[in-house]
């Protein structure tokens, strides 16, 4: 069986072993503290093109959005996100268990525009019974989206702006931010992001680490004491340079970048042969992730020798699925998806 | 600079960078359903000597505790813990977090006693205002506990039957369990804690492996769902498959073990300098931690060389400090440390 | 201006006053557990038809609300509510800041359908990620809904049969309970609900308390040590007598029933006059609350008159808005706004 | 029996439930933003002598701590209190379900000095662990203390200083704030606290009233939003009024100081009488309780005539226990206890 139902099916790029494996014994200080995270530290901040802002290093996803999240907001403010969130289906109510409301907005691509942003925050502000009800206060992008679009520089502009001139901080989830940065169509980059964005992370467990995510954050208000988060929320690793170990040698080189758009390029294999067949998506991406609608009887052949991920139903004999690459699919597997497809 | 200042300043056992490499490219399912997981539980459910225990994977300790509180508690009940449990002053406030008081008791060596447990749950219940003030109902121990002392096989009986009787479920945190079981003074093993307490942890964060905790559960309550509970905490992690990988190979051969008791042979080494020395110890420890009252002069001598932890002002020229060894301290680095404290 | 806003506009049925007036120098013991609650506690067990079931009086709603659904979830688990439900629009995100996801489901008339219960529990537990997201384990529902709707018994029998083979949690939102109870085309009473409901509560007050509601649980998990809950969420008032003096009252000779039915009739009235005017209708509506759409250039004259509630935009020129009559409503008010309506 | 067990166990002063009853037909506005609610924070404002604070109107004593706190504190903060703070053992652990640990400290007056809150602000900012443990935010201090005792001006003020100086905020618990004022040897009043405090309340539950407890803010950061969190925290009663009514009353007049003044009298004839009788006193208290240390067989004939709180053990025949008085207690009353005490 090979695999394209996720990206996170392998262990880490060999670069990474490798210099875990040189490092093991030295000797360091814990807690994120030492000279590996202050490398990597300074990679990413010369990578964004700036000083001012403030680099942490978590071990996953939702513990690093929780922990932002909860940074962010006071107890009766609430985080907007698309219905397709990670925040608000995927991680079991993290962000409530932290005490606050996922404000879900409807999304057809699983983006947020500036006016949907705008509409929410008048919404609530023009209601008399504002007090009644949860403040928007943060806005929760993903980018690339939980299925597969990206932002285009222009949309994270009037997003930004929209949230600048609201006093709205808006946070990126980057759990796949490389292959979104590396897509054909993009025109984003990390200094941009930077810019437009309060606080964004650099998804390394979905792109070649072992695990670990790097929260780059700009604004000063959600600077304050966040280590105290981190540790609270039980993201503070104690051996924390096994993650500025990870992200200096991700950065190094541009190898996050090289392993994005080689996972990037394998996707757009499975689509073009999926598109040649005729399959519609679910969505049209340009990333890691490709969502056709298919005939069930076709996905059942295909299932005999590859796993993908069950999306959703679409009618009574079609189901759309996901078929997802990363830094380490193997092009060889995907010549073979790619033939299986045309043969079928 | 030698460091003694903690037991993870190092990476992890070599076999366990090695293991990694070895099934790097290998594709498994994530979240710790794959078969290193599984692996590792049934070892760990052998060592044990049980089937009928939960056993889940965990990154760090503040994680663990947090987790496992947060499952076992209603809102208004709250965690019985000794003053310098770690819950109660490390972890920044994280059982606050979840909404939990931890109900701190005095203790001078850092460990609970049965009566202690006893009128506690007497002095609540009896309270006619009881209503008013949090319910104890979960016990939580460190063994060894942060001031490297252990529970005799005699005490930890007496509070299980304390906490069975009273219906409060008994929580050891095993951060540094491995380094307690291996003490020359240890009556303690896997099976008899497995069958005392509700549930435990085996840590292997500071015991060879780059991170991890190993949760076991017997308490049928505790079980149920606990794994959206991990998930909701942040604390499961993607690649779950590195946990199982690391504590399969942990658990092989008794490295665990091993590990541990080269930390204590070390610990014994420098305990035995500076008894001959003649300094006095805050706390008389078998594990690997030492906490001896030294002239500030002489530490500030060996500070030069040697990274030791400060520990607690004693009076106007002694402090007490803390020299921790660990899996990974080398001997030649111990002898080294003696000598130089034989010499001052 | 006469007011016809909402259903708390005025202070208590006199009959609470003078009862709260003769009995004010008693002194009696604190914290709901004097004579005055016992006694009213034991007129709502009468008029429940059963004694197994525990009485407990709070302040408010959404004090209620956050409590009773405090006490009934484990941390992972959400509250099933209708879109349009008060815990997941007017609470200040009051379930979210204790921990609870509200997942709400949409509905066109403010009420859940055993079926989408079905529906909701069966995508979850069916979902091989369902420990990625909040698990259903409570039904929130309010009768009357928010927008004045009522479940019929079969409805309400449907759910709760749904709930019971699913092991989850049916919870009755009463703030207006008399006034659906009193409704024309009502068939529901106390006994059925608190045999179909695992809790619900009874509105003091909207309906003629100065403020106050009575929680009856009969659930045994969610009745145990629900006053440590009270207490902690802030809903135990120290001088509990008030409480029990206003339930008592308000139970005797029917007192509750008799006012609510009032205010039904009252509502009557003016849905009678808008009908007859041709005005057409948000939503159906037998009990205290009205919404009819009408022209923003009538819906300014009587504005100067009367005061409703703004509802919502139905187009350029429509409006719909809200007309609230209580157990204090005027007849002589009434019959003023009928006649304004009529002469538009 | 004549109850002299707590300072609630009456209804309210007469003028208050006449009041109630003038106006209890009047239609106004819900959720405190009525005219009776407006006329209380004038009158409020005026006795503190300035302009720029916030009043704000809730319920009871454990409501408005919690949501004072959960408004003042980030996730990761904690409130420094007494031991013997009503926060820290009488709210079954209201702060902590908001998510912050009370950091207690000792004291044997129930009051804290300012030399202990930089004591423990600098052990807490001068620890290199320091993100690892609560941050010390708040200083929550009750006058009079839960024992009876008072703060002077002068130590007001240093805490004060000491608060400003290091960035922490000071809130005052006036659950009984009346007493303390009229106490023989207080030299505060209102305008000193609240130019000293950043937020304090007076409470009116124990002090004549119903119920409720007027918040007072002078802290800018404080103040926003504030009435969101009274709503999500249950706080914010739909018919305010009542509690605007009850605050524009007992501040009419002095109305508030009176009752105050006669508690502290009638509580200095029962102290008066318990030093003649030769009885010492857990604490020396000059407001509406007293605390004398009595053989347990002139207690158990006290008993049968008058209800006192039972407070602790201090031999094996001698209990402390409380006598308190309050704005109700009949002199004739007092006038038996004191000849009981004397007869014995």
């Known amino acids: 069986m090979i695999r394209f139902d996720c990206d996170y099916t392998e262990g880490a790029h060999p670069k990474i072993l490798e210099k875990l494996s040189m490092t093991n014994y030295e000797q360091t200080i814990g807690y994120g503290e030492d000279n590996y995270c202050k ?3 300074r990679i990413i901040k010369e990578k964004c093109g700036r000083q001012d802002i403030d680099v942490h290093f978590l071990v996953g996803g939702t513990q690093t959005n929780l922990t932002v999240i909860a940074a962010a907001l006071r107890p009766y403010q609430g985080a907007i996100a698309a219905t397709t969130g990670h925040i608000n289906v995927h991680e079991t109510g993290a962000i409530e268990a932290t005490g606050h409301k996922v404000l879900a907005l409807n999304s057809s691509n699983g983006k947020l525009t500036a006016n949907q942003i705008q ?30 679009t990206i932002y285009s520089k222009a949309e994270l502009t009037a997003l930004s702006q929209t949230c600048k001139k609201n006093n709205l901080i808006l946070y990126m989830d980057g759990a796949r931010l490389g292959y979104g940065l590396c897509a054909e169509d993009n025109d984003l980059d990390l200094q941009t992001i930077g810019k437009l964005c309060d606080a964004f992370y650099i998804g390394g467990t979905k792109i070649g680490a072992l695990f670990g995510e790097a929260v780059v954050i700009s604004n000063e208000a959600l600077k304050e004491d966040f280590r105290y988060l981190i540790k609270q929320k039980g993201g503070m690793l104690a051996k924390g340079r096994l993650l500025g170990i990870q992200f200096s040698t991700l950065f190094e080189d541009n190898l996050y970048f090289k392993m994005s758009k080689h996972a990037d390029e394998m996707s757009m294999l499975i689509k073009k042969a999926l598109i040649e067949k005729g399959y519609p998506f679910l969505i049209e991406s340009s990333t890691n992730q490709q969502f056709p609608i298919m005939p069930d009887t076709v996905l059942e052949k295909l299932g005999k020798n590859y796993v993908y991920s069950y999306w959703q139903r679409i009618d009574g004999i079609h189901s759309a699925v996901r078929f997802c690459t990363s830094w380490a699919t193997k092009e060889e597997n995907v010549i073979k998806l790619v033939e299986s497809i045309k043969s079928i």
């Not at 928007?136 to 980018?143: M, R, T």
Request: charge should be negative; charged fraction near 25%.
């Open 39 to 41: 490398e990597a530290e």
């Open 119 to 148: 509409d929410a925050y008048d919404t609530h502000f023009n209601d008399p019974s504002a007090e009644h009800m949860v403040q928007p206060k943060l806005v929760y992008i993903s980018n690339p989206t939980e299925i597969g």
